[in-house]
């Protein structure tokens, strides 16, 4: 049985106010540093939302920042469902469709390959592991289907444990953004891989073609006025939707009155995303929302305690097996489709790294395709929460035929 990291008391940064000048200043940091010519190759591997990420559990096991805080409630209860509408109304849904079958068809088969391992790997190690595990790794399955956002939002509807959730957040970076290196050292042997498999590379010309210039077209300068309504859409649109989830019937062990609250946040968000709503999204509302993403990815990783995962180090085992059982289903499918090894790379990292890390990578593998990335990572979040929730319901399944009601927890 996991323990919950219990630093706060002893913390050197307590209170909330502190909490948050301190958060953004070190956000600042990281993304200044990342600005300097010098450190430029590190950021180019380890882009900044890794040590976003890292960083701060590193403060949490060294005692500077507590691994409990009332801003970190405020951030998944308010800053998320805010985030989460902004990202959503601004979706493309036509640019997506440009992306072709081929492109929609890897980036799927990536979330295929997240939704069967996570199931497969947990019920290899489950009778090793404490019952409730399914619930922290089915927040992993969130963040790997789409990003953090997702991950935060299963974490809370499933209510799980601090204690174990704090080890997983170690095993997000370490496999996750681990696989991604290795998909960039891969980067090499491109055309080699596309040469044996036969692959059609015409599909890069015509994304390149098509899509290259897809941010460009839809940024200006941010105003005042439009400021104001992206906040106002952002924070009262979220609040609404998560004060409806809290009037729906909750349906154990997954449907929460929070899953509620964020699966009316993707309809609404993508019902205003086909209606002049997503003139805001032209004025800086991903941009806002990607902001407020970083500060809570900041507080999430603040919630892990390095040393908890040596009390956890099957959950290392169990994510390498789940990304191992992804990369076959991405591998199947580039064979069977003629696709290039470009979209097998951004078809995984659209999935396990959003689309925050997924642009980096497509940007190696072919530069000028980055806004690619951009999409793969948007379907990715996109569909995240309804198929990590589905992978969360499969993994509480196999909990429960070792563990039967105790996989469940304690009542509330």
């Not at 005692?63 to 951030?75: E, V």
């Not at 019952?131 to 963040?143: D, I, M, N, Q």
């Not at 979209?343 to 395709?369: D, H």
């Amino acid at each position: 049985m996991l323990i919950a990291a219990t630093s706060d008391s002893s913390a050197l940064i307590q209170d909330t106010p502190h909490l948050l000048v301190f958060f953004a200043g070190f956000i600042g940091l990281v993304f200044l540093a990342s600005n300097q010519p010098v450190l430029k190759p590190l950021f180019k591997f380890i882009p900044p939302i890794v040590w976003i990420y890292l960083l701060p559990a590193v403060g949490t096991s060294l005692d500077i920042t507590p691994a409990m805080s009332p801003l970190y409630t405020w951030c998944s209860n308010i800053l998320l469902p805010a985030a989460l509408i902004l990202l959503t109304l601004s979706t493309d849904v036509k640019s997506i469709a440009r992306l072709g079958p081929l492109a929609l068809v890897m980036i799927l088969s990536g979330t295929l390959g997240i939704v069967i391992g996570g199931p497969v790997a947990l019920a290899i190690f489950q009778s090793q592991l404490d019952p409730e595990t399914w619930k922290a790794l089915g927040a992993l399955a969130g963040s790997w289907i789409g990003g953090g956002s997702n991950m935060i939002a299963i974490k809370e509807g499933v209510n799980c444990p601090p204690g174990l959730f704090s080890p997983v957040i170690v095993v997000d970076s370490v496999v996750g953004y681990g696989w991604m290196a290795i998909l960039i050292a891969l980067s090499r042997y491109q055309d080699r891989v596309d040469k044996f498999n036969g692959a059609n590379r015409e599909v890069i010309t015509d994304l390149n073609q098509r899509l290259s210039a897809y941010r460009a077209k839809n940024s200006r300068p941010l105003t005042l006025s439009f400021f104001a309504m992206i906040l106002g859409v952002g924070f009262v649109g979220g609040w609404f939707c998560m004060w409806l989830g809290q009037l729906l019937p909750e349906i154990e062990p997954i449907m929460t009155h929070f899953t509620w609250g964020i699966l009316l946040i993707l309809i609404v968000g993508l019902t205003l995303s086909v209606t002049p709503a997503r003139r805001l999204e032209a004025e800086g509302a991903s941009a806002i929302a990607y902001g407020g993403l970083y500060f809570l990815v900041a507080t999430m990783g603040a919630t892990g305690d390095l040393r908890e995962v040596v009390k956890a180090p099957l959950l290392i085992a169990v994510g390498v097996v789940w990304i191992m059982i992804q990369v076959v289903f991405l591998a199947v499918a580039m064979r069977l489709s003629k696709a290039p090894m470009f979209l097998f790379a951004t078809g995984s990292m659209g999935n396990i790294g959003g689309v925050i890390s997924t642009p980096v990578v497509a940007g190696i593998y072919q530069r000028g395709l980055a806004p690619v990335g951009v999409l793969m990572g948007v379907v990715g979040n996109l569909v995240g929460t309804p198929a990590g929730l589905f992978c969360t319901y499969l993994m509480s399944k196999v909990a429960m035929a070792y563990f039967g009601a105790a996989a469940l927890g304690p009542p509330p």
